[in-house]
């Protein structure tokens, strides 16, 4: 079955940066995209950005462009983001999620398996 | 600010339906599909409609989905206690755009 292994809970201090992993199994790694998606305490999703594993290539939004970093590691079916400079406001649970795409008679974009998810605590 | 306009709370009681809108616009619900996010307290989000109206295997058919034009609604019908949770709707619009969520309540 397909698995999505987030890595553990981190505590940065403001300035700092973060690494947070996320092992896949189950299916092949590089077929498919991996998203990062984030949730402060109390709110929405919110939508950080995309990586293909195959090619590498990667899409991240605006808010997040220059201090959001997404690797691979396609040896172990491992897929990382970074985010540098942290401040209170990215105190959040992490999530990476398996993306695709979705063409019929329309067009769209789906994530369909979800890891556990990462708490990273920004505090001084 | 979302992109996507949700109600932030729904409720019913058990049995009833209860149906929970999302509006968008021409650049993402009006052109693309949409989807929706079921998240029950303390856990990840899950798949719960894709491409508005299809169900991933093991979804009940109590959840339906819809979309005309620029709106979409997700109905759950014979309300359940395990139905309490958060509910995102998702489309894309260059990027994965979310609806700030509802958080529906059993009553």
């Known amino acids: 079955q397909v698995q999505l292994v987030q890595s553990g809970a981190e505590v940065k201090k403001p300035g700092a940066s973060v690494k947070v992993s996320c092992k896949a199994s189950?299916?092949?790694?590089?077929?498919?995209?991996i998203n990062w998606v984030r949730q402060a305490t109390g709110q929405g999703l919110e939508w950080m950005g995309w990586?293909?594993?195959?090619?590498?290539?990667?899409g991240y939004a605006q808010k997040f462009q220059g201090r959001v970093t997404m690797t691979r590691n396609t040896s172990i079916s491992t897929a990382y983001m970074e985010l540098s400079s942290l401040r209170s406001e990215d105190t959040a649970v992490y999530y990476c999620?398996?993306?695709?795409?979705?063409?019929?008679?329309?067009?769209?974009?789906?994530?369909?398996?979800w890891g556990q998810g990462t708490l990273v605590t920004v505090s001084s | 600010q979302s992109v996507l306009t949700q109600p932030p709370s729904a409720s019913g009681t058990p049995g009833q339906r209860v149906t929970i809108s999302c509006s968008g616009s021409?650049?993402?619900?009006?052109?693309?599909?949409v989807y929706w996010y079921q998240q029950l307290p303390g856990t990840a989000p899950k798949l719960l409609i894709y491409?508005?109206?299809q169900r991933p295997s093991g979804v009940p058919d109590r959840f339906s989905g819809s979309k005309s034009g620029t709106s979409a609604s997700l109905a759950i019908s014979g309300l359940r206690s395990e139905d309490e949770a958060d509910y995102y709707c998702?489309?894309?619009?260059?990027?994965?755009?979310f609806g700030g969520g509802t958080k529906l309540t059993v009553l």
């Open positions: 998702a489309a894309w619009d260059d990027s994965v755009v």
């Open positions: 189950g299916y092949t790694f590089t077929s498919y995209d």
């Open positions: 999620a398996r993306g695709t795409v979705d063409y019929y008679d329309s067009s769209g974009y789906y994530l369909d398996y």
């Open positions: 990586m293909n594993p195959n090619s590498g290539n990667t």
């Open positions: 021409s650049s993402n619900i009006g052109s693309n599909y």
């Open positions: 491409r508005n109206n």
